[in-house]
């Protein structure tokens, strides 16, 4: 298949070009030569390729920053899907598009986990932002897959896994701080990247919760990081009230791949399984270009 990537210099989207490339045709333009805000951009190039597929992986990401930035962001995030869609509808073209655990309000009790056709109920603006771009895709395009995942790391990008280890490599931080009252999966983009390939496989259509299996707090999340690291640092609870920051976040971020899994092809693992083999990895990497920032 022939297919357009957008934001594959970002952290999903890398590894989706990774992935992708190995059996179809990837074309991924930069913002520069199609900024997904501008319609006549979007028709000019989908006309011009005409892609069997497009994936959008392009986003306003921070979350606090989201708080105030209202007018970006929904360009970015909802207005550029809606585009996207119509461009889509027009072309016969699949779309495909990243949503998030945001888009809830992470008040189910745990450890019960979300299912994709709970009702969003976002706390923050960026979770409001997905919530709208989800149903701008929805109402304009017959052929779509939405990809919801949550607390994702790679080795392309900025996450919490990375700033869990900058963290830990300083001499004079003698203790880590970790919320203990939020659940979450975290999940590899490597692996949301194969899982998207698999329903590009069996021309999957609706909506999908794609993240590691099982759940663990922020805290657990980093005593496993250090552990595998063989860093030794004592790793102190917290709740997630704690951080002072602009935009509320959800405390239960458990999403179930019930979709995936109805039609046999989650190929998610367990969340430690596929951080240890992450680590395995790109871990001494990872340390050492911290190191490196500090020294």
């Known amino acids: 298949m022939k297919i357009i990537l957008l934001g594959s210099s970002g952290m999903l989207g890398h590894d989706c ?84 655990d945001y888009i809830f309000d992470g008040q189910k009790m745990l450890p019960q986990p979300y299912f994709e056709d709970d009702s969003p109920a976002p706390l923050s603006a960026y979770g409001k932002s997905k919530m709208e771009s989800e149903v701008a895709v929805r109402d304009n395009s017959p052929n779509y897959i939405i990809v919801r995942t949550s607390w994702l790391y790679g080795m392309n990008g900025d996450n919490y896994v990375k700033s869990i280890i900058r963290r830990a490599v300083q001499k004079d931080v003698k203790s880590l701080i970790a919320a203990n009252d939020q659940f979450g999966s975290p999940t590899w983009t490597y692996r949301v990247s194969k899982q998207i390939a698999e329903l590009l496989k069996i021309d999957g259509r609706g909506t999908y919760h794609a993240t590691a299996e099982g759940h663990c707090t922020r805290q657990e999340c980093t005593q496993a990081v250090l552990k595998k690291l063989k ?65």
């Open 17 to 100: 070009k990774e992935i992708l490339s190995k059996n179809h045709e990837i074309i991924a333009p930069s913002r520069n030569e199609m900024d997904i805000t501008r319609w006549d951009e979007v028709i000019e190039t989908l006309q011009t390729i005409l892609p069997d597929v497009v994936v959008n992986c392009a986003a306003f990401t921070d979350v606090d920053t989201c708080e105030t930035e209202e007018f970006l962001v929904r360009k970015s995030n909802v207005e550029g899907p809606r585009n996207l869609a119509q461009g889509c509808a027009r072309f016969g073209c699949k779309l495909v598009h990243i949503s998030s």
């Open 231 to 295: 860093i030794k640092k004592k790793v102190e609870a917290c709740s997630l009230r704690d951080f002072e920051t602009r935009a509320n976040r959800p405390m239960n971020c458990i999403l179930e791949n019930r979709m995936l899994k109805q039609q046999g092809i989650n190929i998610m693992p367990a969340w430690r399984e596929d951080l240890n083999a992450f680590l395995s990895e790109f871990g001494k990497k990872i340390v050492a270009e911290a190191k490196a920032a500090i020294s």
